[in-house]
């Protein structure tokens, strides 16, 4: 657990709004999920914003159900989308999307920051929950500073982006080429790019070192990176599980407060994994790691400013 106690409020069922991450466009957008259940008087929820998987290809790849499953829990539920080679929406962008998913993901952190008091969380627990690629995604908001310039038109740059607890769900963590997987899929999916994703990111320039290096979760860890819960399974032959235990080393050789859960056995993409032949408990196992983070907490008048 991250060590907070607090009282418990959570509703059984959802409602949701869509916000525009820019103004003027449709998409990319955000689809807000608030439990039904109130909170008590002067509490304020945690957010928790999903990013799903798609190798940078799709958008709402793995991880579906992710926000209804978190917002049955008692957390504002953010589903973010953003930009990828084929979409949403209109937004298709071809090979090469860098940097403009991480604008979107930035942008998202920082317009829901900005609507706390309107939609009644704390400012100070909004946490990332990425799937595959939407790991990778989330995990470039850790670092000090993001690894691309900053959006032109971006208006909310003065709001932190940075979350305030991490959740990463077999994650693509770096882009290594060593990390890479050797062995072409059965389907063709996985051809040593893991999954396509370093060439929809980078296109041409995806064997530019300085960019590779720059796009390594594991290398932009720091002391004071958010607490991080990372799951992964042995047996993922799209994603390495290395990815993840890289990841755990670094976080580890920072000091940074984190949960590694494996699994030996199931295939990439398991999203939730509540059913099936290779269910899993890891989505229990997050929620007693956040403990009472991920449930409403009192904030005094002068906190709710």
Known sequence: SLGFSCPSCVGSSAMSRTVALWPGREHPCMRITTPSQPCLPMHRRAAMMVFRGGAYAIHDGSGRGCAEFLADRGMLAVEVEYRTVTGPGPCAEGMGVYPKPIHDAARA??????????LGIDPNRIGVTGFSAGGHLASMLCGTELPCQE??????????CRPDVCVLAYPVISMNKELRVET????????????????HLLGPHSEDEATLALLSAELRVVQGHPPTFIWHTRA????????AEVFVEALEMHG?????????????????ALDGEHVNDWSEQLMAWLGAWAKPQFAAPAMQL
């Open 151 to 160: 959006a032109d038109d971006d208006d909310l740059v003065g709001v932190s």
């Open 236 to 243: 993922d032959d799209c994603v390495p599980v290395r990815h």
């Open 256 to 272: 940074v407060p984190h949960k590694c859960v494996l699994f030996d056995s199931g295939p990439h993409a398991l999203g939730l």
């Open 109 to 118: 952190v920082r317009l829901l920051r900005s609507m706390a008091s309107e």
């Open 184 to 199: 072409a899929h059965p389907e063709g999916r996985c051809d040593g790019n893991l999954g396509g994703s370093v060439g």
